[in-house]
Nanobody, 127 residues
């Protein structure tokens, strides 16, 4: 089992930055791919960024490439999402997610590839 708790959301002006953190409990964290998803009001949840279990591979939704950076610290059981140059369209509830399976080699960008979810943290970007 993996339990995930996000923090770091808030209100920021367009062009600003926020850093989301996700703290995980459970012994298998370091063996799982991790990801960040978001859900805006009235929209489906969408993939934002993912990172392999080792941290050697990262991948992003096209609209956030160059602005967002995902990272992890397996010694501290944490994963982070640094968000720069924020836009109003980035406004959403952001969720941390832990991948199914251990030591997966494939990229995880679908919701059904993640088995564990945090409660979400609100990010609001004002124009």
């Amino acid at each position: 089992q993996v339990q995930l708790v996000e923090s770091g959301g808030g209100l920021v002006q367009q062009g600003g930055s926020l850093r989301l953190s996700c703290e995980a409990s459970g012994r298998t964290f370091s063996s799982r791919a991790m990801g960040w998803f978001r859900q805006a009001p009235g929209k489906e949840r969408e993939f934002v960024a993912g990172i392999s279990w080792s941290g050697s591979s990262t991948y992003y939704k096209d609209s956030v490439k160059g602005r967002f950076t995902i990272s992890r610290d397996n010694a501290k059981n944490t994963v982070a999402l640094q968000m720069n140059s924020l836009k109003p369209e980035d406004t959403a509830v952001y969720y941390c997610a832990g991948g199914t399976g251990l030591y997966a080699s494939s990229r995880h960008s679908r919701s059904d590839e993640y088995a564990y979810w945090g409660q979400g943290t609100q990010v609001t970007v004002s124009s």
